[in-house]
Nanobody, 123 residues
């Protein structure tokens, strides 16, 4: 089972940008579909972005489409989330996850999860 570690979170003003990274180890990372989820206090975990094993397929919910971009570099075992035009409602803990499926967006489809990185957007 692959292990995942996120980084890159922090405090940013509304309208700003952050880039999150997720480094994977312990498995053949290139065969996994991967994704980002987030969870705000008192809310359920929410799908943010997904990418297929070779980067050819990507999926986003309407809430982040056009502002967030997911990418991956299998040679570095790393996945990224570029977040632009950040809003206060983007404040949450962001988690990366790996799935044996080609691409997935349901939390139940993911077998491996990172510990999360906090993103706080001030107004």
């Amino acid at each position: 089972q692959v292990q995942l570690v996120e980084s890159g979170g922090g405090l940013v003003q509304a309208g700003g940008s952050l880039r999150l990274s997720c480094v994977a180890s312990g498995g053949i990372v290139s065969v996994y579909g991967m994704a980002w989820f987030r969870q705000a206090p008192g809310k359920e975990r929410e799908f943010v972005a997904a990418i297929s094993w070779n980067g050819g397929l990507r999926d986003y919910p309407d809430s982040v489409k056009g502002r967030f971009t997911i990418s991956r570099d299998n040679a570095k075992n790393t996945m990224y989330l570029q977040m632009n035009s950040l809003k206060p409602e983007d404040t949450a803990i962001y988690y990366c996850a790996a799935s044996p499926l080609v691409i997935a967006s349901r939390a139940s489809d993911f077998r491996s999860w990172g510990q999360g990185t906090q993103v706080t957007v001030s107004s």
